[in-house]
């Protein structure tokens, strides 16, 4: 039994600390209607992992939540054959031959020239000279789009975000989510007429030229999907950095076994997808009456889907609350597939599509990373904390290295 006390989550003091409210949910309240949201929340792993599974649990709550800031549907909120036949369009850019052959140097490029911002300095914050840019960077560039553009891209997919987040409902981040639509469209529409005149190698023309059964992407369509790359790419992966290099430096026994053996990277990437999840909650809005732990969920309401809390359910993983890269519940394996064991990249239809490529970008960033900062550590006298409700991740990881030559 646990002694902790629920928290309201858009409290202060869920925002500090969510876990012990995640500890009194998995054991006392896994089902609970929470007014402000207008949603019911859910938070044990076989709850969860149905809601993702399950066809009774449609995304249409993504019609409010997404539709507006990316100015126009997206995959995220279709199903059936709309769902499949849209996925199977983007889905092998982000997967094997194609990403190995045609992204990773663009990967290892972007990783180098941030790295070499400040690998002369010996100090760093891991957050903002390298994580917060990475991922976006990474986009910008496999997009084939200028990247003298990427601090625009930086603040359009803070404002997508904040959008998706906003729990509250505060009007100025709403209208600072549309705000960026109508700009992103009136600097991607000429970009694409432009790509559909002179192809490249790049990730948008292959979204210019992609077809599946005689659907094609219209320019709408293009756009729409590049917000939501820089929303789903973009901070998850920021924050999946982040997470696992503070998660590593908290505990220096398992980041020497990381040094040491580079092949148990992916193994602590996943634990890190388990024990510090970038998403910490997903919607879901059921179309039928479902029985879950605790209750019924009425046709048509709005779920709040914990996946943070799931992920730390003692009935599916021993000793939950520790973070270990050698536990044997976990299995590196599947754990970039939609077999997965954690729920980080959700499951089922809409399982991360760019799970591959993230766990390409963690490989190379972390194997760039040790080598540039042989002696890496904490700045002496910093406590490491995280930040956000919605998705959540260090506010900044200050180090300290000896400088190594380029
Ligand atoms: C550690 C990094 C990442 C995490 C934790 C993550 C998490 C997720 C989650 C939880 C979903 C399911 C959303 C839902 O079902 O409502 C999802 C879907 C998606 N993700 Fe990721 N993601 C990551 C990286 C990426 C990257 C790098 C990309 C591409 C650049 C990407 C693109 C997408 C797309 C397009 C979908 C929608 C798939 C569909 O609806 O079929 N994600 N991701």
């Known amino acids: 039994m646990t002694t902790a006390q629920a928290r309201d989550i858009l409290s202060q003091e869920f925002a500090e600390d969510p876990y012990p409210t995640y500890g009194v ?18 938070s044990r792993y076989e709850d969860v992992a149905r809601a993702f599974r399950e066809p009774v649990f449609t995304s249409d709550n993504y019609e409010w939540q997404l539709e507006p800031v990316h100015g126009g549907r997206t995959i995220v909120q ?28 663009v990967i290892e490029r972007n990783a180098a020239e941030l790295i070499d911002g400040f690998r002369d300095a010996g100090r760093a914050d891991l957050v903002a000279d390298f994580a917060r840019r990475f991922p976006i960077n990474v986009i910008v560039d496999m997009l084939g789009l200028n990247r003298d553009d990427q601090p625009k891209f930086q603040r359009w997919y803070e404002n997508v975000i904040a959008f998706l987040g906003n729990l509250s409902q505060d009007p100025d981040v709403a209208a600072a989510g549309l705000r960026t639509s109508a700009e992103l469209t009136e600097y991607m529409v000429p970009v694409i007429t432009e790509r559909r005149a002179n192809l490249g190698d790049d990730l948008l023309s292959t979204l210019c030229t992609a077809e599946v059964d005689g659907t094609t992407m219209s320019d709408q ?6 917000s939501l790359l ?12 982040a997470s696992m290099f503070k998660n590593l430096l908290e505990h220096p026994d398992q980041l020497a076994a990381v040094r040491a053996d580079r092949s148990l990277i992916p193994q602590a990437f996943a634990e890190t997808l388990r024990y510090s999840p970038p998403v910490h909650m997903i919607m879901r809005q059921p179309d039928n009456d479902v029985e879950v732990t605790g209750g019924t969920l009425p046709a048509g309401v709005t779920v709040t889907c914990l996946i943070a809390a799931a992920n730390r359910d003692p009935r599916r993983f021993a000793d939950p609350n520790s973070f270990n890269i050698f536990r044997t519940d976990l299995p590196t394996t599947t754990a970039f597939s939609a077999a997965a064991g954690h729920l980080a990249f959700a499951l089922g239809r809409h399982f991360c ?53 380029r």
């Not at 820089?230 to 950095?241: H, Q, R, V, Y």
Request: charged letters at 20%; glycine letters at 6%.
């Open 25 to 42: 949910m998995l054991e006392e309240q896994p089902l609970v209607w929470h007014d402000p949201m207008q949603s019911y929340i859910i």
């Open 78 to 105: 279709m199903s059936g054959r709309e769902h499949a036949v849209r996925r199977a369009l983007v889905a092998p850019a982000f997967r094997g031959n194609e990403l190995q052959r045609r992204f990773l140097p």
């Open 221 to 226: 369509d293009i756009k729409a999907f590049v």
């Open 230 to 241: 820089l929303a789903a790419g973009g901070e998850t992966t920021d924050k999946a950095i």
């Open 353 to 405: 599509v760019g799970a591959m490529l993230a766990k390409t970008e963690v490989e190379v960033a972390t194997n760039q990373l040790l080598d540039a900062m042989p002696d890496l550590q904490i700045e002496p006298g910093t406590v490491l904390t995280e930040q956000g409700v919605f998705t959540r991740g260090p506010a900044t990881l200050p180090i300290r290295f000896t400088p190594t030559p």
